[in-house]
């Protein structure tokens, strides 16, 4: 999970000149409509349980690797990928034997499975990669390090304020700021505190179907800006550059982070609509106020901090558990309670997906639910 400066800033948002907008439809309708996947069954003989009614599975004895190394290892991995898009986060335990390469291959897979555009890859991290002291050998593979989150992140208290704080919670979908986003992202943590450090997940799903009909119009018919000026700042101030080389996809390229996506996007293995501003990494909503903007922004939030019920929090058990989730519609936020509990690391790998649309003719995920709920029970 990269870390993210949510800006509290109001932004003036700028109405969009004529090339940004055409920018914006290529963007919103340039991809095809697709028939959502369906499931196999070649999990069924799995031993698995969903986290909550609405987000989160486990596989408590599953093994990666086996599944990577399987004769059917093509339709497992698929179905897996399809089950992470329709439950937004799915967990395993103690994965010993998954080395970083494997972890990579994972997340290859699940995205050329499932349709990832044949020129993307795997991200490299504008500034989370093997450029840095605590980065690792392999620029495919972020390292979530508390040590260097502290040496990143750290801010002298001002004199006139208290260093204490009543809001913590980093909600954000994974490098939102590129013109190719995340699709699925892992994080394996190899070394755990004493207790805390906790992630959870929200679902954006559960967002859009919680908003009106006629909200759910409006907001359909408007775009958002991204853009992540903190690692521009991190960089300069700890005297390197960000990784302006092609990340992952051709268009992910500079040091401008910066992109314009749909505020309701459609997620292309399942077919269903989710909201997509959340928490860091968005700027404004375009073609609006100010005020308007951070109205929208906010109540998006609003519904995560009050709706814990389309949440789902992971406690890190083992060294080795993996989550993997799907960025296109979750939100996640990890928890920094753990200063006096020892140190976390671990190693991160994101895929690169399609550019955000949105499919006028794609649904909600209860929608999709309530029509089928006889037909494909797994789908709750």
Known sequence: ?????????????????????????????????????????ALDAYEQFDATPIIGREFPKANLVEWLEAPNSDELIRDLAITISQRGVVFFRAQDNLTNELQKKLIARLGELTGRPAANSLHIHPILNSQRELGGEDPEIS???????????????????????????????????????????SLRLTQLPRTGGDTLWASGYEIYDRISD???????????????????????????????????????????LKAIHPVVRTNPVTGWKSVFPVGGHVKHINGVTAEESRQLLDWFLDIVYKGHDLQVRLKWQNENDIAIWDNRSVFHTATFDYDEEGERFGNRAVGLGERPYLDPASTSRRTAINSTHGEHPELG
């Not at 969009?16 to 069954?41: F, H, I, M, Y």
């Not at 979908?173 to 699709?183: G, H, K, L, N, R």
């Open 1 to 41: 999970m990269a870390p993210t400066a949510i800006d509290t800033e109001t932004q003036v948002p700028v109405h969009l000149k004529a090339k940004d907008a055409a920018a914006e439809t290529t963007t919103s309708t340039a991809t095809p409509r697709r028939e959502p996947l369906k499931l196999s069954g």
């Open 214 to 256: 006629p909200y759910q119009k409006f907001l359909e018919s408007l775009s958002v800006t991204f853009q992540q000026p903190a690692f521009n700042k991190v960089a300069e101030k700890s005297g390197f550059s960000l990784y302006d080389k092609p990340r992952g996809a051709p268009e992910n390229v500079g040091t401008e």
């Open 143 to 185: 390292t979530i390090s508390s040590l260097q989150h502290k040496k990143f992140y750290t801010k002298p208290a001002e004199d006139e304020l208290s260093p204490k704080r009543q809001h913590t919670a980093q909600w954000h979908s994974d490098i939102a700021f590129e013109p190719v986003p995340a699709d699925y992202t």
